[in-house]
């Protein structure tokens, strides 16, 4: 790495060493891995497991891409095709992308961003963990049991009625994962207002903190009422008790209103913390305080409160009246604003910056234009008149997976990169990871550009047979799922192999500003000896400047 | 961060200061202890309002679409049990409250005294709806289990629909009464769910209480069990009158 | 489209299709939709293109090799509000925009020819008002606007027409509407789109649009007895419904004939348009249903009817348009075998359904 072309710097790596105490090996011994109260080793339990069903769900998306590359249903059953294609939705969704960055990267830095030794309720945050982990076990064991094929939008009357596969057993383990997620989201609120350090006011906090404190609202406020049409799912499904039959006098439609008003705003749990990332990454590497940092903040914010108010959008062939349509297509017009604003203040840090082009720089510029897609393809959506033609079919799916997929997934993977240094105190190899960037980039836009083409052309999602001009799509579709597999499993490869190998990083290899990079790599379990006190502004390369200047200036 | 190189290198530990034992170590005073857990208690509750305002959703869209089933419907509760119920759940926030004050003045004997009159006017209250669901088996007003129309279609067959002057319900109306017990089910069956919770932790707080816990200074556990408690009560002051009556004058 | 150039739009259309972009546009409606797609793309790749734009010149501007030091700017309000109101300019232009489209679409002009369209797993069947029955097809004229009534008689499912650009939900216990007008002749895919069950995949069809001649000459061919009115004749006197819906002047309840799309007074106060949703809710829940005047007498049929059978009362009752047609429905009655013995005119004490007193679930 030549030093002009990188910000990376390390201490010498021929003295260098791991700090003798930190979080990782102040106590050894499973126990103290599963009876822990540290944020930090949480984060490491949570970042394992959501590993493991991520690559649960990646291997139900190969199945799915291999059954799509003929027209006809010829791989599996239909009904194991049903299967298939739920479990990955339930399994990406509840258990890998709504824990992905609040509970890895959220619960290992939101105390460290803010100055404080741990989340407010540590007990609480090990509880999240094992009911998630319970969910997630439930969710495997309904898997092996037959899984289940109501899709994971659990649709009534389908699910209630018309389906003898485990519906309960998986409405079980999604309310189970529920609880860890509002558990998560109630311990960032409390902590993120009562547990900052004297001088870090609002406006002094990184954005990754606004965006999870704007997630946690969400999953506080929603996730109860995904709860609730769980149950009444369960008690139609059980005693019949007729909510939602309409021979009984139901309404099918009242479970559509309860379980989309927790989904929608479920996608901004989602991307959110994502969001946050980005904000952190793109700051560092332009070595810039980020554009307009108060209305990047508001955003989150405002992307909180309008999307409880936009969730019919799922529903405008539904049936719903065509007033009610109006009301809520002008209102997803507005939650779509605050994100492309944005995208533009991030492109706005750029300028005039000094930039470098690090792995996590990379993932962060993919999902720039990936989620710039994934958002315009959401205007199409909310645009009534031709969500029409549009909804339920391959261009929903492509939306979400462009906003998840391209989005999400790929801040997360630039979040893992940016702070793998501080948490486990050594450097990933930058051009393989470089290359895993790239690959996973050129592979899932040959998967999932094709599939708005698709979406146009009428072919329907959840489909196991398809009439035979949509097969050429699929199969484009197909070959780039399997280049991105292979970029998705080299990070796990290389990660794990820089645990031994890795340079050591010291405590802040990226020069960045946050609180949390001015302490030791990897952390002490206490975090800080001593309270810092916020003296300076968020994003603040002068004053990162002059510490330096200080530290030169007091050694020797 | 005044002081960055202290921070780097972990070696050196600040000197322990006198705290009490019941301070968490990742808090800086009991006061922001208590504040965060109080917050925490407060935004807790906030979540299972959104859980109990679906139900409540749905049963006013049905409330609206139904009208004279849920009449029929509410008539067939006893008004006596629901409002004997609802005095127990009141005084029981009343003894609940009085045991959070004697927590804060250090009265243990006192807090023992009114965490067991809770404790037992919460199992009253129990009681008193095992009794109310077990009519409802005999009558046959269960949902899905041998469900019974009867009552609806002839009212003068019904103690309690001839009480209430109830008229014959055309037989769609009738079937809708099927709709009405699912709510009262679903919703008075999940807020006993959360007496019962309560009722185990108040179980649990009895043998503290006795071994002086709460009475140390460190009150913020009963206090937000208090919090919780009222809140309990509280969903059963709205399920009340919405439930029970309908249409009474 | 009369402000786009003829010969630019037939272009963009046929290479779009040749290249498989589109579905062919075979209605009415599809440029119209085709066009706000377009300006959608097109405002999406303007925003993409800028926002790429900026990104690669501004790495390449100010990457750490030429541009050494960063400077450090707050913001700008200016920028702020620029990226803020035209964003929301275009995203309110396509809202209206695509509102007037929806409406359009959910709005089925007065003179639209009915076609009920039952959805069950896994199937669909569509039911002309001439009697004709179809199974996953549905043949329709061009030039001529058609409404499809659907329902479910189970789960949601959701018709689709891709050539349409029209799709709308199937749902239990309640009907929905929409009319399209096709334009080209030619078989169009027919998808079911709301995910239903095992063979979700398999409820697909042909959409065969005719010409008016050839849609005739299809209609006499493949009828294959009485008409839906017909059919609804018969349910309606084997049902018993003329015992108080006929139209002498003790009648029970009120005379049908031209109710359909007439303004109803409720006994419950207000009033309603009766179209088809009415007439199935009245036949399924009569007790909310009770015109003003009549007391609440009227029995539900819940259970003893199917969905096909309500259509074709409601086809039925549409078609009544006096009372002399409601006359031969009672004739029709009086020469029901149970009938015999008893003198027109009588309703039969034993044929009125268990209401009261009844325990029928």
């Known amino acids: 790495m030549s030093p002009v072309n990188t910000i990376v710097s390390l201490p010498d790596q021929s003295t260098a060493r791991i700090p003798r105490v930190n979080y990782l090996n102040k106590e050894n011994g499973l126990l103290s891995w599963l009876l822990t109260g540290d944020h930090k080793r949480i984060a490491i339990l949570y970042l394992i497991s959501i590993t493991f069903f991520f690559f649960i769900g990646g291997a139900l998306a190969g199945l799915i891409r291999l059954e799509l590359l003929t027209p006809q249903a010829d791989l599996m059953a239909t009904d194991t095709y049903n299967k298939v294609f739920s479990m990955h939705g339930i399994i990406m969704i509840f258990f890998f992308l709504v824990p992905s960055v609040p509970a890895t990267l959220g619960n290992f830095l939101i105390p460290l961003m803010i100055g404080a030794k741990d989340l407010a309720l540590p007990k609480i945050n090990l509880l999240s963990w094992y009911l998630y982990m319970a969910g997630g076990i439930l969710a495997i064991y309904t898997m092996a049991t037959g899984g289940v094929d109501t899709g994971w939008t659990f649709t009534t009357p389908l699910s209630t009625h018309y389906v003898n596969t485990n519906v309960l057993t998986t409405g079980l383990a999604v309310f189970i994962a529920g609880f860890s997620s509002i558990f998560t989201g109630l311990n960032f609120i409390v902590t993120i207002h009562k547990m900052r350090a004297p001088g870090m006011t609002w406006f002094k906090l990184p954005l990754f903190v606004w965006a999870h404190y704007a997630a946690s609202i969400l999953m506080v406020l929603g996730t109860p009422v995904l709860a609730i049409a769980i149950v009444l799912v369960a008690l139609e499904r059980t005693i019949g008790i007729g909510v939602f039959d309409p021979t009984k006098g139901g309404d099918p439609l009242l479970f559509q209103h309860l379980f989309w008003f927790y989904s929608h705003p479920a996608v901004y749990i989602m991307i959110l913390p994502g969001m946050g990332v980005i904000s952190e990454v793109i700051s560092t590497f332009s070595r810039k305080r980020v554009f307009g940092y108060t209305a990047v903040a508001f955003s989150s914010v405002a992307i909180a409160v309008f999307g409880f108010f936009v969730w019919a959008h799922h529903m405008f062939i539904m049936g719903v009246s065509n007033y009610a349509v109006l009301v809520f297509s002008l209102l997803t017009m507005l939650v779509a604003v605050p994100s492309a604003i944005k995208i533009f203040n991030w492109t706005f840090t750029l300028y005039k910056g000094s930039i470098t082009f690090e792995t996590p720089m990379l ?187 200080k530290e030169v200036a007091s050694v020797g | 961060m005044s002081d960055s190189s202290a921070i780097a290198h972990g070696e050196q530990e600040a000197p322990h200061e006198e705290h009490p034992s019941y301070l968490r170590h990742h808090f800086e005073s009991t006061e922001q202890q208590a504040d965060a857990s109080n917050f925490a208690m407060w935004l807790f509750l906030l979540t299972e309002v959104m859980f109990f305002g679906g139900l409540f959703t749905a049963y006013l869209i049905y409330r609206n679409w139904y009208y004279p089933a849920f009449v029929a419907g509410s008539h067939q509760l006893s008004i006596p049990l629901g409002g004997l119920n609802t005095l127990l759940l009141i005084t029981s926030s009343f003894t609940m409250a009085m045991g959070v004050w004697c927590a804060e003045t250090r009265r243990k004997s006192g807090l023992v005294l009114c965490l067991i009159l809770t404790f037992i006017l919460g199992l009253g209250f129990l009681g008193i709806k095992t009794i109310e669901y077990t009519e409802k088996f005999e009558k046959h007003h269960v949902p899905s289990w041998h469900y019974s129309l009867n009552s609806f279609l002839n009212p003068d067959s019904d103690k309690e629909a001839r009480a209430a002057g109830d008229q014959p319900l055309p037989l769609d109306m009738a079937r809708k009464t099927e709709v009405y017990f699912s709510l009262y089910f679903a919703m008075t069956g999940m807020h006993a769910l959360h007496m019962i919770i309560g009722i185990a932790i108040l179980g649990f707080m009895i043998f503290r209480a006795r071994a002086g816990a709460y009475t140390a200074g460190h009150v913020t556990f009963v206090e937000n069990f208090g919090l919780y408690w009222h809140f309990v009560d509280i969903i059963w002051i709205f399920l009340f009158p919405l439930l029970y009556l309908i249409s009474r004058h | 489209m009369s402000h786009i150039s003829p010969i630019i739009w037939q272009f963009l259309v046929k290479w779009m299709t040749n290249f498989a972009l589109f579905p062919p546009e075979a209605s009415r409606l599809a440029p119209q939709m085709d066009a706000l797609l377009f300006f959608l793309i097109l405002v999406s790749l303007i925003g993409l293109t800028i926002v790429v734009l900026l990104v690669t010149s501004f790495s390449i501007l100010y990457s750490k090799q030429r541009h050494p030091v960063a400077e450090q700017i707050e913001g700008s309000t200016l920028l702020e509000a620029t990226w803020t109101i035209i964003p929301l300019g275009l995203f309110l232009v396509m809202f209206v925009w695509g509102a007037l489209i929806y409406f359009r679409v959910y709005t089925p002009p007065a003179n639209a020819m009915n076609i009920y369209v039952v959805g069950k797993q896994w199937m669909w069947k569509a039911e002309h008002p001439g009697g004709q029955h179809e199974i996953n097809s549905l043949h329709v004229p061009t030039g001529r606007a058609i409404q499809l009534t659907l329902i479910s008689q189970d789960v949601f499912h959701s018709f689709s027409i891709p050539a349409f650009r029209v799709k709308r939900e199937a749902i239990p216990g309640r009907y929905t509407t929409v009319w399209f007008e096709a334009t080209v002749p030619g078989t169009y895919h027919l998808f079911c789109t709301q995910y239903c069950g095992t063979n979700h995949s398999q409820m697909i069809g042909d959409i065969v649009v005719l010409t008016p001649e050839d849609y005739r000459k299809w209609l006499a061919g493949s009828t294959s007895g009485a008409s839906l009115a017909q059919n609804g004749e018969r349910l309606f006197a084997s049902l018993s419904c003329a015992a108080c819906h006929n139209t002498r002047p003790d009648a029970r309840g009120p005379s049908l004939a031209n109710v359909y799309g007439a303004k109803l007074a409720l006994s419950s106060g207000g009033t309603v348009t009766a179209d088809d949703a009415y007439l199935r809710e009245a036949i399924l829940n009569p007790s909310q249903h009770i015109t003003q005047g009549y007391a609440p007498i009227m029995p539900t049929y819940q259970g003893q009817v199917s969905e096909e059978g309500i259509i074709a009362l409601v086809e039925y009752i549409k078609n009544l348009n006096s009372d002399y047609r409601i006359q031969q429905t009672t004739n029709t009655v009086d020469l029901l075998p149970e009938s015999e013995g008893k003198t027109a005119g009588q309703a039969p004490a034993a044929k009125v359904p268990a209401a009261q007193g009844g325990v029928k679930q």
Do not use: C
């Open chain 1, 363 to 549: 993932y962060a510029f993919g999902f720039m234009g990936l989620f710039t897609i994934g958002g315009m393809t959401g205007v199409f959506l909310g645009t009534s008149g031709t969500d029409i033609h549009l909804t339920e079919t391959y261009f929903i799916v492509a939306h979400f997976h462009f906003v998840m997929v391209g989005g999400m997934l790929m801040a997360f993977l630039a979040g893992i990169h940016f702070w793998w240094p501080k948490m486990t105190g050594r450097m990933y190899p930058e051009k393989i990871s470089q290359l895993a960037a790239v690959v996973t980039f050129i592979g899932f836009n040959l998967t999932f550009f094709p599939q708005f083409i698709l979406g146009m052309l009428g072919m329907p999602r959840r489909y196991a047979s398809y009439p035979p001009e949509f097969q050429i799509l699929n199969v484009f579709s197909t070959a780039g799922a399997s280049i991105l597999g292979v970029g998705y499993l080299l990070p796990v490869l290389y990660l794990v192999w820089s645990l031994k190998y890795g340079e050591i990083a010291g405590n802040n290899p990226w020069q960045a500003t946050g609180l949390e990079w001015q302490i030791q790599s990897p952390p002490l379990t206490e975090n800080f000896v001593v309270m810092p006190i916020m003296d300076h502004e968020a994003y603040d390369y002068e004053w990162l400047e002059r510490q330096k200047v």
